[in-house]
């Protein structure tokens, strides 16, 4: 004969512990499923008078200087609204959830937006990888995600309800393949990517393609991986093949360091880049050895676009003088977007805003023109900026 | 005859219908993201519970588990895309019974990751301590570095779009995708936790402790040290294989970055926290630091606007060990402090 | 054919550049681990405050553009003091309290510590990358045809040797190095000599805080980009190479970053550039193989 009661013991605590725990998450209501044509719950998003909108991002983790601009540009952008009256009566609240740069956290912080939160929209990631992660989850419940600044052209393929206001990875790529050939007029080109981030490695891919295209010859496709700072090995190898230029599709945060490290080993060949470069801290970091880069952008500060001039104006104000940067200004298109398509929209429902937001055309964002095409993407010009001190110069415009 | 054999499958399955009760609350009170992260939960209380038996019970240091849960969690996720791979078809079950195929998937996975845990515990016949610990670092960098660079995963843009089990109709019931997966996952927990208790309190089992007290004592008794540590790691990595699975098919999306340093430090803060060498301290462990960002520190940071999350996480890791320096459990197990608690005496103390 | 030796010699310099930073933060890990048979994680965090103390040095004291060795040594010293007392601190309040607990719940106690100062200087210095400022201009010292030894990789790896020398004779052959070795081998008995136990590890881990915001000050001038995380990367492969080279050991933590920064810059510029630290790794690993103890380590059958 067994004794139940003891046995019970070996596993009565542990059931009761997952209970009491669970429990302790019990203030998390239920949310009606929204699966298939679920949209019966017409007030999704809303309480009293308040519009919820969710934005996800890392805000702490190795990346969260990226993070934090987006939200920076996001929060400008609904405050400006809400100051202007809100919409149709009420008031935006932006929910920003941390995802400290990983992909797991990012899939449970957009689930927590939408199902408990019960989000309009949301807005979010700058990496493609983390926005992979979160859009069939948005795309599931049928809630309208707005990406600012992903470019891998797989994001708005998950669905229906997944924006972007970015250029994609080939169109950016060829951008510079483009001017390089045309402008530089370069034969030789070496490529240094950052094997770690997604962006980096499509707008590499996508400028070998091209500009291999155009008769040009890549010399070296040599990597690194975001968070190191010793490049002086990969600089050497490319050294050592006499490339006319450097393509580097990095962030800021590794350019600085690189261009330092390049003129050092005595490298003179033109560095070029994308949009990733576009920081104030571009110069601090790389000071005047990053000088006569040039990159693609999606807006100069030189611009005398009423839009631009007074984004500039107002965020430096707002946030102590700093100078915003591409991820703050993709950020504060991505809100705008999102805001323009709520006031078009009939009526304050996932599924309406998500048909207005298709239908946004050749609004006028800071980065540009931005008209929503078919596969959910903004198609908008680049420009072309070379890197003069703490400014940017305006090369050319290139479009799509 | 009977009773014996009720007695050693009587526990696990209370446990599992244990589970199944929570599952069903779940899965009917709760909303998707308290059930992801159920899911995220039960992978890594098996990875905490397999760690343990390589870290705890068996005394050898790793500090690269993540590389075994990385090597299931892609395994299990590339045969669920790939209709069949070198003219095998891993999906072989038909849609009706799909969730079959995704057992399938996780034991594939697992044991590949054993084989992994093979290649690794060969070096543990030589290194100790510090110098192991940076072997398994090694390789889990190695595979991680391959990882970013196969495109056929996806590399650094990562994997997507990996399935997740169909509702399942049962006569009149219908079992959500998500109480499927976590049927899954309970049976993975239940049956690791049954295989590693029953080890453990095995002739075998005393053989991993006789390690890790003393290994010269140990070879003098004629174990073959060398045989044990690489069990150890074998089926320690079998386990991580199979929650990497689980984890794969919860999350849908598998990036190389999940599985770096910082995911195998998570676990090894898990059984710390929980008492090296107890099986159920892990558990509530691995609860507890799956819980703590998610469903206490993130309703915090909504209300203050302050991510300072990790930063109260790592505070509490550091009060945690200096208040309680053997873990939660010690080496004890739940239910020894249920009797102690009781009154009776304990298995140990008896012993002496 | 000469310019692939030009090539190889750059390597060889860029090698030993890397590998001397490696080797100096190593020498911190060692050095407390040594006494305290402790992986200081939390070193490398050290090291980041660090430089963070030199930023905002600058600042306070207003020496942000006024390069030169007054300001250098100024700063040095500053970023040395908050380094030493940041390590203190953390030793009483997360190290001292562990004395007797096993070594794992030391780690773990570690790892928060390390957690708790990235991602508090996320809040408080905030995740964007910081400018190092200029102390000292960076000049070629030698070039010969395009390749040159810089005056930076020189001090680094001198004062990794200097360190490595000084640190040694410090425990060899000074009075207090003699009460570190007690404590190393038994705290219990060295406390019975009548060594004050607490005031030997307290010691230890001011030389090895002041040890890091050295390496801080110098790789900050390198590489001058500063961010709460920095120290990760850095800490973790300076771990490593004091594995490598045996750890406890002070020339061991040497010769490991040494060619730790050796095989990294070797396989970029003769295998891959991709597989970087994969093949840096299994070097390492191999190399762990033929000598288990690390390099300069002492094979050691315990408990016979």
């Not at chain 1, 496709?221 to 600089?235: A, H, N």
């Not at chain 2, 690489?230 to 990497?244: K, L, T």
């Not at chain 2, 340093?261 to 507890?288: E, H, N, P, R």
């Not at chain 3, 402790?38 to 050290?46: D, K």
Request: hydrophobic share 50%; charged share 15%.
């Amino acid at each position: 004969m067994i004794s139940v009661r003891r046995y019970l013991g070996h596993y009565l605590g542990l059931s009761l512990l997952a209970l009491t725990i669970a429990t302790v998450a019990g203030c998390t209501k239920k949310s009606e499923p929204s699966g298939e044509g679920a949209q019966s719950a017409a007030n999704v998003g809303i309480v009293g008078d308040e519009i919820l909108v969710g934005q996800f991002g890392a805000f702490t983790g190795s990346e969260a200087t990226f993070g934090q601009s987006t939200d920076k540009g996001v929060r400008m952008a609904f405050d400006e609204k809400n100051q202007a009256g809100g919409i149709k009566g009420k008031k935006l609240k932006l929910i920003s959830i941390d995802n400290q740069g990983k992909a797991e956290e990012a899939a449970a912080a957009i689930t927590r937006l939408i199902t408990q939160n019960n989000v309009i929209a949301v807005i979010g990631e700058v990496a493609s990888s983390r926005s992979l992660a979160a859009a069939p989850i948005a795309q599931q419940h049928k809630i309208p995600m707005i990406t600012p600044s992903s470019t891998n052209p797989r994001v708005t393929e998950v669905g229906d309800y997944i924006f972007r206001v970015c250029f994609i990875d080939p169109f950016q790529g060829t951008v510079m393949a483009k001017f390089a050939h045309e402008h530089l007029k370069v034969k030789r080109v070496a490529v240094l990517r950052d094997m770690k981030s997604d962006y980096s490695i499509g707008l590499a891919d996508f400028f070998i393609k091209k500009f291999t295209e155009l008769g040009g010859t890549i010399v070296a496709d040599e990597k690194y991986q975001s968070g190191e700072s010793s490049f002086e090995g990969q600089l050497t190898q490319i050294k050592a093949e006499k490339p006319e230029a450097i393509f580097i599709p990095g962030y800021y945060t590794e350019v600085g360091l690189i261009a330092k490290q390049a003129r050092k080993l005595g490298i003179t060949a033109t560095l070029l880049g994308g949009d990733g470069w576009d920081s104030s801290k571009l110069y601090e970091i790389g000071g005047d050895d990053i000088n006569g880069g040039y990159f693609s952008n999606h807006y100069t500060t030189e611009s005398t676009d009423p839009v631009v001039v007074n984004f500039i104006k107002k965020f430096k104000e707002r946030y102590n003088g700093e100078t915003p940067d591409a991820l703050a200004a993709a950020g504060y298109d991505a809100a705008k977007v999102l805001i323009e398509a709520m006031e078009r929209a009939p009526e304050l429902t996932p599924k309406a805003i998500r048909d207005e937001i298709a239908k946004t055309k050749d609004f006028v964002g800071v980065t540009g023109k931005i008209t929503i095409d078919e596969n959910r993407n903004a198609s908008k010009p680049a420009v072309v900026v070379r890197v003069d001190g703490p400014n940017n110069r305006f090369v050319t415009t290139i479009a799509p | 005859m009977t009773s014996r054999m009720l007695k050693s499958w009587l526990s696990p399955l209370i446990a599992f219908v244990g589970m199944l009760v929570i599952g069903v609350v779940l899965d009917q009170f709760f909303n998707q993201y308290v059930q992801l992260i159920i899911l995220f939960a039960c992978t890594n209380i098996i990875l905490a519970l397999s760690l343990n038996l390589v870290n705890g019970f068996t005394g050898q240091f790793s500090i690269g588990h993540a590389v075994f849960m990385a090597i299931g969690a892609y395994v299990s996720a590339y045969l669920s895309l790939r209709p069949e791979i070198f003219g095998v078809k891993f999906t072989m079950f038909p849609e009706a019974i799909d969730y079959l195929n995704y057992l399938v998937y996780a034991v594939c996975g697992g044991l590949v990751a054993a084989a992994a845990g093979w290649v690794v515990g060969l070096p543990s016949l030589r290194l100790r301590g510090d110098y192991l610990a940076i072997v398994t670092l090694g390789f889990s960098e190695i595979i991680r570095v391959i990882l970013l660079n196969t495109q056929a995963v996806g590399g650094a843009r990562g994997l997507f779009g990996i399935p997740r089990p169909d509702a399942l109709a049962l006569g009149p019931l219908t079992l959500s995708p998500f109480l499927v997966m976590y049927v899954l996952a309970s049976f993975w927990v239940v049956l690791t936790f049954l295989v590693l208790w029953r080890l453990i309190h095995s002739v075998h089992g005393r053989a991993f402790l006789s390690v890790r007290e003393d290994e010269i004592a140990a070879q003098a008794m004629g174990i073959n040290t060398t045989q044990v540590k690489v069990r150890a790691f074998v089926i320690s990595s079998f386990f991580a294989g199979v929650a990497g699975s689980i984890f794969a098919h919860s999350a849908n999306y598998l990036n190389p970055s999940t599985f770096g340093f910082t995911k195998s430090v998570d676990v090894i803060i898990m059984i710390v926290l929980g008492g090296m060498g107890s099986l159920s301290g892990s558990v509530v462990a691995a609860l507890f630091i799956t819980f703590l960002p998610e469903f206490v520190l993130r309703p915090l940071q909504e209300y203050t606007h302050i991510d300072f999350r990790m930063v109260i996480y790592s505070i509490t890791l550091v009060l945690f060990m200096v208040l309680r320096p053997k873990g939660l459990f010690g080496s004890r197990e739940i239910s020894d402090i249920a009797r102690s608690l009781r009154g009776e005496r304990s298995a140990d103390e008896r012993a002496s | 054919m000469s310019e692939e030796i030009l090539e190889f010699t750059q390597h060889l310099i860029n090698g030993i550049a890397l590998g001397s930073i490696y080797a100096l933060i190593a020498l911190g890990y060692t050095m407390v681990y040594g006494i305290l048979q402790l992986i200081n994680f939390a070193h490398s965090e050290v090291y980041m405050i660090g430089a963070f103390a030199t930023y905002y040095g600058a600042r306070w004291f207003g020496l942000l553009d006024r390069p030169g060795i007054s300001t250098f040594v100024l700063l040095l010293v500053f970023a040395m003091i908050c380094c030493a007392a940041l390590g203190v601190l953390i030793e009483r309040l997360a190290y001292r309290p562990l004395r007797n607990a096993p070594r794992l719940n030391a780690l773990i106690t570690a790892i928060g510590v390390s957690l708790f100062l990235q991602y508090t200087g996320q809040i408080v210095f905030g995740a964007d990358p910081k400018v190092f400022p200029t102390l000292i201009e960076d000049a070629a010292l030698a070039s010969f045809h395009g390749v040159s030894i810089r005056s930076f990789d020189v001090a680094i790896f001198g004062v990794t040797l200097f360190f490595m020398i000084a640190l040694s004779y410090l425990i060899q052959g000074t009075k207090i190095g003699k009460a570190m070795r007690a404590v190393s081998a038994n705290r219990t008995v060295a406390s019975l000599m009548g060594i004050d136990a607490n005031r030997v590890i307290t010691f230890t881990f001011v030389v090895g805080s002041a040890l890091a915001a050295v390496g801080a000050v110098l790789v900050g001038m390198k590489y001058p980009k500063i961010d709460p995380l920095m120290g990760t990367l850095f800490g973790l492969k300076a771990f490593v190479a004091a594995v490598l080279g045996g750890i406890g050991n002070l020339p061991g933590a040497v010769v490991g970053g040494l060619i730790m920064g050796l095989c990294e810059e070797m396989v970029v510029g003769y295998i891959s550039s991709t597989y970087r630290d994969a093949f840096a790794f299994s070097i390492l690993i191999l190399i762990l193989f033929f000598r288990p103890a690390g390099l300069l380590g002492k094979a050691t059958q315990e408990k016979v």
